[in-house]
């Protein structure tokens, strides 16, 4: 396969599922701040924090304060959906997507082309005011669906191949990343609050701190399953060893890792347990350190800290894929 | 005469260069006026060379795609020259533009009739051609003569005055200019008189005092010879009896035994020396080295 | 009422209809089934193939359009329809034309006998913008210059064919052909019935077929066949993803590419794959920097020298341009008479030529009733239409063609002949031009059955150019009804690839 094309999947697949990740996480963020607002106010008036992690975890509010005066939900709102200088926005990844599909059209199926096609228009008929009037859940879950649509056909209509390898390289790359990011930023959020250092994390009982921690797990589309995995409640601990190391939850680091691994695997044609390669290696690394790592290590050496790792174990990743395979 | 020509180009660039390409224009010609009977090329770092020929020559090219800091380019040359005599074939007196004028010449060389980019047909040569024409006698040799000296009396040879791309017209507005500036304006003049003419890329050996050469055109003060130490430029304009005779107008001379011809285009572009694309920082170092020397 | 209702021909060579009002013969069935739908019907039918175009991404880009970079493909659902003996004319001599013109270009860049007898004036050829000096006497395999081609001809007040322009760089359009017959076969199956419409699939396969033929010696049992594309900005970028998927072969930009040691790789995620055919859209200027346009970034350094040692092909070849310079063009008519012995088939358009100076006056005293163009431009660009133009526009490409005379022609103002399109509720008059695509290969010259038709949508516009406001029309062959089965039999015994198609 071409390096150039592979790129252009492998980029397609990263920047379809952020786009759905940033839908997701406004999404829920927003409508779980309309419940807690009442509580927040009474500890927070004026309730500057509201947005300020999730500005955090996309890596842009300094990006936002430089353009932006207030964090009003309109204009929040604005730059995660359709400001195009935020490269970050679902306009501008869903953009980016389309356009590296465009670029490579003859690799993918027609119905794939058509499908991100479609929404690009899709969105483009959305606008601030109307995700404000309407609901800002209608828009997001159109995204979702979209992404959705797009990995369904992908599923159904591409053939199993390198082209599928690189697409879901891309995705899952960027759904480990995002996962850890999301974590790293609520702890921060939530945390400081707690003794981290202890081995036993306290149990919550400030309602706020659970509406938080419920809102991560439902951004990331984990909530249902997290309940039917413990039974005993929103633990910090639990939430963090079910979104990190969890082998089953799509969303999980460590799932996606895995789900990484293996296409690069396939990719290389690599069937022995060596690593064949610079990215085979630094995967094999991160897959160990998440299936053999407990919840209770992570908790003492500091979850910041270990999160923080995983991201940039993550971004090393994606640079030795690019060198490896991609740059042409 | 038998010369042998050493001709070293080198690249030096600031950071590694990569994915470098170059074909290269370097060996002498083998015609009526010389045979060149020996001819290597080497490049460092080492690189596979291939070759091809034109109607013009013979081209020679490379490629070395992993980083490099420099390219170095080494052509050595054994060159037998025979026109010792540059005057023996040329008519000096009678009156023959209408040779020029026959469609079936005009159609024969057209190309060396026609502008290009660096040799736009401004009208301003016409002036230059006037005054070569108010000294000359009747035939178009004599013109031609009289030309060559009127360009070396108009622009001063300064080198460094122009780079690769100065236009015609800064050459006639500053006067100053090196051999492709002169080069290139004498194929302006006599294309807009009607003379086919071509650009001439290659050697000159100075080696020896030019008084005692015969082709030098006038009895002024003796200046020593240019060739740049670089690669020589000049000019053959085609005479009526169909023959390409080469004019050297930084020089004041008739190209004659001292002369090596390379390859011969319709401006610089078709003859450059070397022409190459890399990957890498835009800027770089180039040192050319040549030095031409008589064997017996 | 019918979608026909008032159609006036307005003294206008219509393609569809007599003089009298009448359909022509061929047109009958179409006419008869068309006439059964109202326009509202028709225009859901036009709705739903602009839909099927629009989330297709059927698009073209429009070079100065800073905003949408694609526009969708407009396209006029009456299809066009060319009975079967005016077919056989046009493949006789478009065959006859490419050949000679093939034969002319491997002349000019070896022996120039046809210059050297003086048939066409040296000058006009060497000095020609896209004459290339640099590949003078290089062997294209198989000596053909020209493997596509696609060529403008236009029908005049009385109906004859006249080949307006020959395409011998990289024609496009030939994916719209194709895919205007598979939206038509989608919109309005029910036109289809029991007409004898020849299929255009198989262009695929013969093009494929013949790209593989000129794989290098040693390398022919399984070649590596490219498109080369400029990218995703050039205004046919469209076509280049409908080929190379149609084709099966990888679409490269030249940042994919690289030679190394005259052999032309691709770089690929398991390393470099040696590349053997190169079906190139990007035009020799800017294929390789390092021969020709030293600043272009969209070619591949040492490509030239590779095809130039035989290591590579290059479809179509390098310097065809000079074949399909406007003054040139007049000269194709002496040029089949040189090769080849015989009369041409098809005419030209009357040319005057700038460049002599005869014709110059010619020019100039009649620039009012003369269709001006620039010898090296296409598009529809650098042209003035002398009748509509106003007297400074004249006045100022007076003043070009003075300053520049080998780079002007003339023609008279050839009134287009006219088809019916449809335009809101009805059908009007619009002019339109004709463009089949040729393959040239070592089997000689073959045709599909099917063609471009261009179709001007603004009214009493003479320019067909997709850039300016063109349109196209799915194009109908005919077989002979008599002995359609038959033919079909040949056609594909010939081609060995026809593929099963409808009607």
């Given at each position: ?20 990740a940033t839908a997701r996480m406004v999404d829920v963020h927003f409508h779980a701040g309309l419940e807690t607002v009442s509580m927040q106010q009474e500890s927070n ?232 390669t610079w990215p085979e290696r630094l995967l094999g690394r991160l897959r160990a350190d998440l299936t053999y790592t407990r919840p209770e290590e992570i908790m003492q ?28 | ?131 070569a024409r108010r000294q000359a006698g009747a035939s178009t040799a004599s013109f031609l003569i009289s030309l060559t000296r009127a360009l070396y009396r108009v622009i ?141 | ?503």
């Amino acid at each position: 396969m071409l390096c150039r094309d592979a790129d252009a999947c492998y980029w397609i697949g990263r920047y379809v599922e952020r786009a759905e990740a940033t839908a997701r996480m406004v999404d829920v963020h927003f409508h779980a701040g309309l419940e807690t607002v009442s509580m927040q106010q009474e500890s927070n008036p004026g309730r500057p924090l509201r947005w300020q992690s999730i500005l955090t975890i996309s890596g842009s509010l300094d990006d936002f304060r430089q353009r932006y005066r207030e964090e009003t939900d309109r204009n929040v709102l604005y730059f995660f959906a359709f400001d195009t200088e935020n490269p970050n926005s679902i306009l501008s990844t869903w953009t980016k997507a389309r356009e590296n599909a465009r670029a490579i059209r003859e690799q993918i199926s027609s119905e794939m082309w058509e499908s991100l096609n479609t929404s690009y228009h899709a969105f483009q008929r959305w606008d601030v005011d109307r995700i404000l009037a309407d609901s800002p859940h209608a828009f997001f879950q159109e995204v979702k669906n979209a992404s959705h649509l797009f990995q369904g056909i992908l599923n159904r209509t591409m053939m199993m191949g390198e082209t599928r390898e690189w697409l879901d390289t891309g995705r899952f790359l960027e759904r480990g990343g995002q996962t850890a990011r999301l974590l790293d930023v609520k702890c921060q959020d939530m945390l400081p609050a707690l003794s981290l250092t202890s081995a036993t994390m306290p149990a919550l009982s400030d309602l706020v701190q659970v509406y938080s921690w419920m809102a991560a797990l439902r951004s990331v589309s984990a909530l249902e399953m997290y309940r039917k995995t413990y039974r005993d409640g929103i633990q910090p601990a639990h939430v963090v060893e079910f979104l990190v190391l969890n082998a089953q939850l799509p969303a999980s680091v460590r799932h996606c890792i895995e789900r990484v691994e293996t296409c690069l695997r396939r990719i290389s044609g690599n069937q022995s347990g060596e690593p064949m390669t610079w990215p085979e290696r630094l995967l094999g690394r991160l897959r160990a350190d998440l299936t053999y790592t407990r919840p209770e290590e992570i908790m003492q050496g500091g979850l910041h800290a270990f999160l923080q790792d995983v991201q940039n174990r993550c971004a090393e990743i994606g640079n030795a894929i690019t060198h490896t395979y991609l740059s042409y | 005469m038998r010369l042998r020509v050493y001709h070293t180009t080198r690249y030096l660039y600031p950071q590694p260069a990569r994915e470098s390409h170059n074909e290269l224009r370097l060996m002498p010609r083998s015609d009526d006026d010389q045979t060149c009977l020996d001819f290597r090329l080497s490049i460092t770092p080492q690189a596979r060379i291939f070759a091809y020929d034109l109607p013009s020559g013979r081209v020679h090219h490379f490629n070395y795609r992993p980083p490099h800091n420099t390219l170095t380019i080494q052509a050595e040359a054994l060159v037998v020259t025979h026109r010792s005599d540059p005057f023996y074939f040329l008519q000096l007196t009678t009156e023959d533009r209408a040779f020029y004028q026959l469609e079936g010449v005009r159609q024969r060389y057209a190309e060396f009739l026609a502008p290009t980019p660096r040799v736009p047909l401004v009208e301003d040569a016409d002036r230059i051609a006037a005054i070569a024409r108010r000294q000359a006698g009747a035939s178009t040799a004599s013109f031609l003569i009289s030309l060559t000296r009127a360009l070396y009396r108009v622009i001063t040879y300064t080198p460094g005055a122009t780079h690769v791309n100065t236009s015609l017209q800064q050459v006639l507005e500053k006067r100053q200019g090196v051999c492709q500036d002169f080069a290139h304006l004498m194929l302006a003049v006599c294309r807009r008189q009607g003379i086919p003419a071509r650009y001439i890329s290659g050697y000159l050996y100075t080696g020896q005092r030019h008084e005692e050469t015969e082709a030098h055109l006038t009895a002024e003060l003796p200046a020593p010879l240019v060739s740049g130490d670089a690669m020589h430029a000049w000019v053959e304009c085609l005479m009526p009896d169909e023959r390409w005779c080469g004019f050297d107008p930084t020089n004041n001379l008739l190209a004659n035994d001292h002369y090596i011809k390379v390859h011969y285009g319709r401006d610089y572009n078709d003859v450059a020396p070397v022409r190459g694309v890399y990957h890498g920082p835009a800027e770089h170092t180039l040192e050319v080295s040549v030095r031409v020397v008589r064997e017996a | 009422m019918s979608i026909f209702a008032g159609y006036q021909t307005d003294g206008f060579f219509d393609e569809m209809f007599q003089a009298d009002g009448q359909p022509r013969p061929h047109y009958r069935k179409l006419y008869q089934r068309l006439c059964a739908m109202s326009p509202e019907e028709f225009r859901q039918r036009v709705r739903l193939a602009e839909l099927t175009l629009f989330n297709q991404g059927v698009t073209f880009a429009v070079y100065g359009d800073k905003h949408g970079v694609e526009k969708p493909w407009p396209f006029d659902l009456i299809p066009r329809i060319i009975p079967a003996e005016e077919w056989d004319l046009l493949e006789r001599g478009l065959t006859q034309r490419l050949t000679a013109l093939n034969l002319f270009l491997y002349d000019i860049y070896h022996e120039q006998k046809i210059l050297r007898d003086r048939v066409v004036p040296r000058e006009l050829v060497v000095n020609a913008a896209h004459y290339r000096p640099e590949f003078h006497g290089a062997d294209p395999p198989g000596k053909i210059y020209v493997h596509i081609c696609g060529t403008d001809l236009i029908r005049d007040a009385d109906g004859t064919y006249r080949v307006l322009e020959d395409n011998l760089r990289t024609p496009s359009g030939v994916s719209y052909v194709l895919e205007n017959r598979s939206i038509l076969t989608r919109v309005l199956p029910h036109v289809f019935r029991d007409l004898p419409v020849r299929p255009v699939d198989h262009y695929i396969s013969h093009l494929l077929a013949n790209l593989r033929e000129l794989a290098p010696r040693g390398r022919e049992a399984d070649p590596t066949i490219v498109l080369l594309t400029p990218g995703v900005y050039n205004s046919a970028y469209f076509e280049h993803t409908f080929l190379a998927q149609q084709l099966g072969i990888e679409l490269v930009e030249g940042r994919d590419l690289f030679v190394d040691d005259n052999i032309v790789y691709m770089k690929t995620t398991r390393g470099p794959q040696r590349v053997d055919v190169i079906y190139r859209r990007i035009d020799d200027d800017f294929l390789d920097p390092l021969v020709f346009r030293p600043d272009s970034l969209l070619g591949v350094p040492g490509l030239v020298n590779a095809y130039r040692a035989g290591n590579v092909a290059l479809a179509n070849s390098i310097g065809t341009g000079v074949a399909d310079d406007k003054v040139v063009y007049a000269y194709v008519p002496r040029i089949i008479e040189y090769y080849l012995g015989e009369k041409p088939i098809l005419p030209n358009v009357d040319t005057y030529l700038a460049w002599n100076p005869e014709h110059l006056k010619y020019i100039l005293e009649h620039l009012d009733t003369l269709v001006v163009k620039a010898a090296n431009e296409s598009g529809g660009y650098g042209m003035l239409i002398g009748p509509q133009a106003t007297r400074e526009e004249r006045e100022e490409f007076a003043r070009k063609i003075h300053a520049q005379p080998r780079n002007y022609i003339a023609q008279p103002l050839v009134p287009l002949s006219r088809a019916p399109a449809f335009v809101g509720d009805h059908c009007e008059g619009r002019h339109v031009d004709l463009r089949p695509y040729l393959l040239a290969g070592k089997n000689g010259v073959t045709l599909v059955p099917g063609a471009l038709t261009r179709v001007a949508l603004r009214k009493g516009s003479y320019v067909v150019n997709s850039s300016q406001g063109g349109g196209s029309k799915d194009t109908w062959v005919l077989a002979r009804e008599t002995c359609m089965a038959q033919q079909m039999q040949e056609s594909s015994t010939v081609t060995g690839y026809q593929t099963e198609k409808g009607e």
